[in-house]
């Protein structure tokens, strides 16, 4: 890996890596104010709560997967345990509570697309027939 290869990979690890540990703890301990949501982003926020396990599984991942960046274990499986939940995240904002907000869910696609770059040889057998 070359060092300018490594500076951008190593930022963008760090950066997900903050925003999934910090926003999966957050889920838990509720020490960043949540703003109110439209009434159908609320609903279904509140269902995956209610269900009494999803909310907390996704939250679990979140953390894990923050950390699997911020320690820089096994980012290619860290990506893929991550993807859908990102792309949901994305989903909800865009749909459910409003374009305007999806500024942070973008960052996040783009930066999860970085590092699948980065790793792809590691996806190669995935891919292959």
Known sequence: MSTSASKPHLAARLILGLIFFVFGLNGFFGFIPMPPLPEQAGAFMGALIQSGYLFTFVKVVEVLVGAMFLTGIQVPFALLLITPIAINIFLFHLVLVGPGTIGM?????????????????????????
Do not use: D, E, N, P
């Open 105 to 129: 869910s973008v960052l996040i696609l783009g930066l999860i697309a970085y590092l699948a770059w980065f790793h792809r040889q590691r996806y190669r057998s995935i891919f292959s027939s």
